[in-house]
């Protein structure tokens, strides 16, 4: 990039960090403006719920000889999807859910067509399918159905459907944190919808939870879970502006480094502004010392 575009991205990057910051501080809006809190749910939940939930394993190493099939039918391991230089998003799905799979997958689609980051070039997708009757025939159908709405067909080879034997399939969804359940009655499995993002070493460092994934929130934690090994010099400095609050499923302002950046911005801004002070004061005391040497040829 050129180092002049280089400096406006960051300068535009680090302004951006100081209204974020600003917005945070506002005070809050009148209370008939804000929506009313829920009241804490006190009934027990549905039976066909119980058990599932997401349990957060954040920094834990998920089992690399864990054996599945992919969509084409060959024998993986989960360390073959981890190369230690790209991260992995990882959702659970199965091809003939009836309805949460459709709008989860959807909704990641939709978020990650918003994000100039391409699955298999800066990230990887790993689906692992819930259901053992499922066979890479279904498993390469559901991935195409959802490749031509990602639109971009370099994608094909960066987003992976796995299955395998119950017994694997709920080992790694222990080790992601991940219990669902089977509906004898419905004939159908009951799981979170949410999503987990490793790291290229195979660690777990992100949880991103419903049916919406905001653009940003995806961006940056595809970012920070590559330890800096993609993105740009924006993203790490928004990283350093931004992050990850669990309790709002967010990247927001860290007012603290917010602070230290304005004020280093500010030391270089004033270094720069001594600069040409003495560059201007030093061509005043050539041209005295030397004069009509402008007229010169």
């Known amino acids: 990039m050129d180092p002049r575009r280089r400096i406006l991205a960051v300068s535009f990057a680090a302004l951006l960090c100081a209204l974020s910051a600003q917005a945070a501080a506002r005070p809050d809006i009148s209370a008939s403006e804000k929506k009313a809190a829920p009241a804490e749910r006190t009934d027990p939940l549905p039976k066909r719920l119980a058990g599932v939930d997401v349990q957060e394993k954040l920094d834990q190493s998920l089992p690399p000889g864990l054996e599945f099939r992919d969509d084409r039918g060959r024998s993986v391991r989960v360390g073959d999807y981890f190369d230690g230089k790209l991260p992995v998003l990882i959702t659970l799905n199965y091809s003939n859910c009836p309805m949460l799979c459709s709008l989860q997958l959807t909704a990641v689609v939709d978020g990650l067509k918003q994000v ?113 090994k993609i993105g740009t010099t924006v993203d790490r400095l928004l990283l350093f502006c931004f992050h990850y609050d669990s309790s709002e499923g967010r990247y927001a302002p860290v007012a603290r480094n917010i602070m230290r950046l ?36």
């Open 116 to 228: 100039e980051l391409t699955a298999g070039k800066d990230y990887r997708i790993l689906t692992l399918l819930i259901d053992p009757a499922e066979t890479p025939q279904t498993a390469s159908k559901t991935k195409a159905r959802y490749l031509r709405q990602y639109g971009r067909p370099e994608a094909a080879g960066g987003w992976h459907f796995i299955s395998g034997s119950e017994r694997n399939v709920r080992a790694l969804a222990k080790a992601l944190g991940f219990q669902y359940a089977y509906n004898e009655e419905r004939k159908e499995y009951v799981h979170p919808a949410a999503i987990a993002i490793a790291t290229p070493k195979a660690h777990i460092s992100r949880y991103l939870y419903g049916l919406e994934y905001h653009p940003k929130t995806l961006r940056l934690s595809l970012v920070e879970a590559s330890e800096g």
């Open 262 to 297: 304005g004020g280093g911005f500010a030391v270089v801004a004033l270094g720069g502004f001594l600069t040409l002070l003495w560059r201007v004061e030093l061509r005043k005391k050539k041209r005295l010392s030397h004069p009509g040497s402008e007229h010169r040829t």
